[in-house]
């Protein structure tokens, strides 16, 4: 079946149908990862989100349950190049074709992605839509472009309610337990609580419209804020709470949307990007060590860094490509955080050390 992606300045692509069959407007945005196609499906990031995956041929080594970062799939629709029906994988369970279908995500296939993602770089992100309908009105569906926003995405994706993990649990190592951790979840993957499993923490995940009076009454050894989808400003209630957990003593690590959260508790302030960082390929520099890591990013929105009191926080670690803010050490208090994924399901694991560092805090 034919089906077309629409973008907010009128540019149109004719290719087929993949996943569910059904229309939707949504932000586009591009990844450039080789692989992790399913992880980056599972990413709770993405919510209110298409993305388009750059490298050419997707589903090749079709899909590993196992390897999911949370319980469904989140984007809003998936773009690629060539969709590869015949999975060639002894771990393979099912065809991406069919992990569409069965979360009720639409896509489209054949379009030329790289043409795709030069629009995006020049122009930035914009909305498109995805439809099976050939008798689409431009004029019609052109506002409606214009007037999607990304809006409460991070209550949609977070669990309802407390949850506790013990080392052994999530395909993880049987551990004796060393260290409580809380995970305040507005949109966590399952790496970040695998990565503190391993390392003999007791994780206990707290839902975005978590009480920090709560989380710091249950007296954990340490905090993890995680990553998370949206504009990070609209989380108000969210900051509220963070800014008192900061207060607390307790030592912090926060990734990716939690690095936001926090520079915005603590008065800076963030902007949207052009295009966002997404992909498993972004060099991030250590001001303290000098040395590169290689990084998994997914972001949006970043912390400016004319805003950062400078008696507050300084930088820790910046993007090699743009100067941006990759990371903050918070003074006079045990906390730290960076804007790339050092839990990095499928990859790199460059930067995991950084769970160990957590660990030497707490």
């Known amino acids: 079946m034919k089906a077309f992606l629409i973008l907010e300045d009128g540019t149109i692509f004719e290719g087929k149908q993949i996943g569910a069959d059904k229309e939707v407007i949504s932000e586009i945005v591009f990844n450039t990862s080789m692989t992790g196609y399913l992880e980056v499906l599972t990413d709770p990031s993405y919510a209110g989100q298409a993305v388009t995956m750059t490298y050419p041929l997707i589903g090749n080594y079709g899909i590993c349950y196992d390897d999911m970062e949370s319980v469904q799939g989140w984007p809003d629709g998936f773009i690629v190049r060539e969709l590869s029906r015949m999975p060639s994988n002894f771990r393979s369970e099912t065809t991406l074709q069919h992990f569409l279908e069965e979360n009720d995500i639409p896509g489209i296939a054949g379009i030329d992605t790289r043409a795709l993602t030069k629009i995006l770089r020049e122009k930035g992100t914009m909305n498109g839509m995805i439809t099976t309908n050939e008798n689409f009105v431009l004029d019609e569906i052109l506002p409606k472009l214009k007037e999607y926003r990304v809006t409460g995405v991070v209550k949609k994706v977070s669990r309802s309610q407390k949850e506790t993990f013990a080392p052994g649990e999530l395909a993880t190592k049987e ?18 609580i695998r990565c503190l499993l391993n390392r003999g923490c007791q994780v206990t995940v707290y839902p975005s419209d978590f009480d920090a009076e709560e ?10 804020i995680t990553n998370g989808p949206g504009d990070p400003s609209e989380c108000v209630d969210v900051i509220a709470q963070v800014r008192r957990l900061a207060d607390s003593g307790i030592p912090i690590f926060a990734i990716c949307l939690g690095h936001q959260l926090m520079a915005l508790a603590h008065g800076a302030k963030t902007y949207k990007m052009k295009y966002g960082h997404r992909g498993a390929n972004h060099p991030v520099k250590d001001l303290d060590t000098g040395k590169v890591y290689i990084s998994s990013q997914n972001h949006g929105y970043v912390v400016d860094a004319d805003s950062i009191d400078d008696t507050v926080a ?3 670690f910046v993007n090699v490509n743009d100067k941006t803010v990759e990371g903050l050490i918070y003074s006079g208090k045990p906390v730290r955080t960076v804007q790339f994924h050092p839990e990095a399901n499928a990859g790199p694991k460059d930067s995991e050390l950084l769970f160990d560092e957590f660990m030497k805090m707490l």
């Open 215 to 224: 989380v710091i009454a249950s007296r954990p050894d340490g905090i993890m």
């Open 175 to 192: 551990l004796p337990v060393r260290k409580k951790v809380a995970v305040i979840d507005v949109g966590t993957k399952n790496n970040i």
């Open 314 to 316: 300084r930088p820790w």
